[in-house]
């Protein structure tokens, strides 16, 4: 089942382009750890030309071709992008495994959702054309006024490594629907897939300019992107630390931003819980994604009455998992994405040993899956926002405990499930704004206020001249 790493160039005004300084990163198999492949490592001479083209892009032919064309017209594109996404489903979802280290299964799954993504978006695209010019009601006869929605112009997009091509495509699906031009910037640790979007785009004919993808480094190619001025918003998904940089440097030019960034997310499992069914959803709320998830329930709490049968049902649980190589069939967990986040997995696993925790299961390489108990409890839940989920029988009780937790998601009687239609995003510092559904498309358009005044009269305000 061997896939060969296409090689690639940057992306930039609808043609491969070579790096201006000719850089170029390894593509390491996070399974054999072994280099197979590499990717154009873009630099701030990049970003400038790509910058550019995507300016271009919205003011060529006065804007006609893309800012300012019907929702519809973008749908079309939006339609033929999802359609050669999912003829190239089984390629994709293979490059993707070997790329970040997902099972196949799961990376499989992945694929299908960029597609329905691209199919959303595509759908509120054309619902655009019917919501402009929406009437206001106004409390003055001699006016009239109406609200138009546009493109924010041109966007940065910045994503992670743990879902490569579904976080780009929650970005740039609802940033192309809106009319914008985008430049995307993936992970330098899983960028394959994002590169072969731009191939999907080439072959579609997506205009020049509206698409762009620059691979590279974090410090060479995101923040040069981040804090450029003809960039109009940046939306990043990664760490709080980043998130915070990137806030930084587009306030100085008052940017817009939409972060979603790092969480401590609970699950809560009430006594009264099926200690099977609740057992698998609290695993799949940690190991979903090989544990490598910002919205993960990381933080278990358990009712006291039956927390030693239920970490006993865990340890079995956990113990049944296949763990392998993520292109084996029914692989369930596979390696993280790389030899750093390895070592801060096994940093945490000895910090967790020291502060006396009893490590339940795993713990020790190549098996880092690991579930422990009697860690100090810090503040995480004051400080993020994420994600939750509480598990129970009594709906009124979940419904008690969900709207008492602070967090942009609340799952009830499972953990992780996400869909195009439904908003996500965190607060406190887990981030800000919202992605996926229509608020994801509100993040890409501007409203404009049109005023109208109707009456023959005159307005009447100052003296007329014409009666000296």
């Known amino acids: ?12 005004d ?93 990376t499989t799954w992945d694929i ?119 960039v109009d918003k940046i939306a990043f998904t990664g760490s709080t630390a980043t998130g915070s940089k990137i806030m930084s440097a587009a306030a100085q030019i008052v940017k817009p931003v939409t972060l979603e960034l790092g969480g401590k997310s609970p699950i809560l499992v009430f006594e009264d819980v099926d200690l099977d069914k609740a057992a698998e959803w609290t695993i799949f709320g940690i190991l979903w994604t090989n544990g490598q998830i910002c919205s993960a329930t990381s933080r278990l709490l358990v009712q006291e009455s039956i927390a030693t049968e239920f970490l006993d049902r865990l340890v079995k649980w956990c113990k ?3 763990i392998s190589d993520p292109m084996e069939e029914g692989c369930r967990l596979g390696p993280v994405v790389s030899a750093g986040q390895l070592e801060k997995v096994m940093k945490f696993i000895s910090t967790a040993k020291s502060e006396g925790a009893t490590i339940l299961c795993g713990g020790a390489r190549p098996q880092v899956k690991f579930f422990c108990q009697g860690l100090k409890c810090f503040c995480f839940l004051d400080l993020y926002g994420l994600g939750a989920a509480v598990i129970s029988k009594d709906l009124d009780r979940c419904e008690r405990v969900m709207k008492a937790l602070q967090a942009g998601i609340v799952w009830v009687n499972c953990s992780q499930p996400s869909f195009s239609q439904a908003p996500r995003g965190g607060n406190k510092r887990s981030g800000f704004g919202r992605e996926l559904g229509e608020w994801g498309l509100e993040n890409y358009l501007s409203v404009k206020q049109v005023t109208q005044y109707i009456s023959d009269d005159p307005w009447g305000w100052y003296q007329s001249s014409s009666k000296h």
């Open 1 to 12: 089942m061997s896939i060969a790493i296409p090689c690639r160039q940057l992306f930039i």
């Open 14 to 106: 609808g043609k491969w382009r070579e790096p201006v300084k000719k850089k170029r990163i390894p593509v390491i198999n996070p399974s054999t750890e072994q280099i197979i492949g590499d990717i154009p490592a873009a630099t701030a001479e990049d970003v400038d030309v790509a910058v550019d083209a995507a300016r271009g892009a919205l003011a060529r032919n006065k804007g006609r071709d893309w800012a300012s064309a019907s929702g519809a017209h973008r749908a079309k594109y939006l339609r033929a992008i999802a359609a050669k996404i999912t003829l190239r489903k089984s390629e994709l979802a293979k490059l993707e495994a070997i790329d970040c280290g997902k099972p196949l299964d799961e």
């Open 112 to 230: 299908d959702n960029v597609a329905g993504c691209f199919e959303y978006y595509a759908d509120l695209a054309e619902g655009l054309d019917a919501k402009q010019k929406a009437p206001v009601s106004l409390p003055m006869e001699t006016f009239k006024c109406h609200v138009l929605k546009e493109p924010i112009g041109v966007v940065g997009l910045i994503t992670p490594w743990n879902y490569p091509l579904l976080m780009a495509t929650w970005k740039v699906a609802p940033a192309l629907a809106a009319g914008c031009a985008a430049i995307l910037k993936p992970s330098d640790l899983a960028s394959v897939t994002c590169l072969e979007l731009a191939e999907v785009c080439k072959e579609v004919g997506l205009p020049p300019g509206v698409l762009n993808i620059l691979t590279g480094l974090g410090q060479e190619a995101g923040a040069p992107l981040a804090s450029h001025p003809h």
């Open 320 to 322: 049944n998992i296949k």
